[in-house]
């Protein structure tokens, strides 16, 4: 076999096809028919979708010369997306039929590890110069799409709360445009954990021209939005891009404005705490006259003591 087919699973599998088994034949076949299916199996299911036996996986990742069923499951991933960058490439941890409890230890494992590392990760001195660009611009202008979009929209709903006034919007062309709106000073957070998305970018490029601070939350590494940023932050390499959906990834990127919104929030505490009242105050009506009356509310008068009949 050559050196060539051994890197490529397809090829090691095409080339070796007529040698296997009749068990491993079933899974070389299922395999050659639904590459990308199979990158989500584990043992068991590929077994079952193959109509062979868990036995015979493993026999087949060996004969067909890789060292395991996820070495093989790599090769494949190489295969099925050829042309793309390595962090393109799929989540392999994603498997069918997981149990519930192995989801939940995965998952809260997997949060607590990230959040671990972004105090490493995320720069202070960048968190505190943002701040300063947030609370010094006249309007700040909030970008994201997908999960990152839900993290712009969070943000929004904080920095309107203590009355900061930002703009956020779902849709991605009067993102672009609200970007080509901005005026000097003016702020356009943008949030994209691959920094690679084309919308975010052109984002980007408008507020460039506009001469609008540009602040980044990207992962940390080489990408094309922070690479536009005037100041980035940055969140760890939680995630593969190509996944079913943001998960880590999005629970840093909450956490990061969380601590943004917090340091802000530190700066302007009477101005901000009187904000809160306020906005408290117009979407909770009912809760509102309920703390007022129990503030104001006169004590009730004292009743004189009963005197003994004469």
Excluded: W
Excluded at 229 to 256: F, H, K, N, W
Excluded at 267 to 292: G, Y
Aim: glycine share 4%; hydrophobic share 45%; aromatic share 4%.
């Amino acid at each position: 076999m050559s050196a060539r087919s051994l890197d490529s699973a397809l090829g090691a599998i095409r080339e070796r096809l007529p040698a296997l088994s009749g068990s491993e034949k079933k899974v070389a076949r299922y395999v050659l028919a639904e590459p990308t299916k199979t990158l989500h199996y584990n043992v068991a299911e590929l077994a079952r979708k193959s109509r062979s036996s868990q036995a015979a996986v493993i026999r087949f990742c060996k004969r067909i010369g890789t060292k395991g069923f996820a070495d093989f499951k790599l090769r494949l991933a190489h295969d099925v997306f050829q042309e793309s960058d390595e962090r393109f490439l799929p989540d392999l941890a994603l498997e069918s039929g997981a149990a519930a409890r192995t989801v939940i230890h995965a998952i809260i494992g997997s949060t607590q590890r990230s959040l671990a590392r972004l105090a490493e990760t995320l720069d202070p001195r960048s968190i505190d110069r943002a701040a300063d660009l947030i609370l010094s611009a006249s309007l700040s202008a909030l970008f994201g799409v997908g999960a990152s979009g839900v993290v712009a929209y969070d943000f929004q709903q904080k920095l309107l709360r203590i009355g900061l006034p930002c703009f956020c919007t779902a849709d991605t062309d009067l993102q672009i445009t609200a970007a080509a709106s901005l005026r000097r000073g003016n702020v356009a957070f943008i949030v994209s954990y691959s920094g690679e998305n084309a919308p975010m970018l052109e984002a980007a490029r408008q507020a460039r021209k506009r001469r609008a601070h540009i602040v980044t939350l990207t992962m940390n590494g080489p990408n094309t939005l922070r690479g536009m940023s005037d100041l980035a932050l940055l969140v760890p390499v939680s995630e593969r891009i190509y996944r079913e959906g943001a998960m880590v990834s999005r629970m840093d990127q909450l956490a990061v404005v969380d601590i943004l919104y917090s340091v802000i929030l530190s700066r302007t505490l009477d101005a901000s705490i009187a904000a809160l009242s306020r906005t408290m105050d117009a979407t909770h009506p009912r809760q509102s006259a309920a703390r007022t009356h129990a503030v104001k509310a006169p004590p009730a008068p004292r009743r004189p003591p009963l005197r003994p009949e004469r």
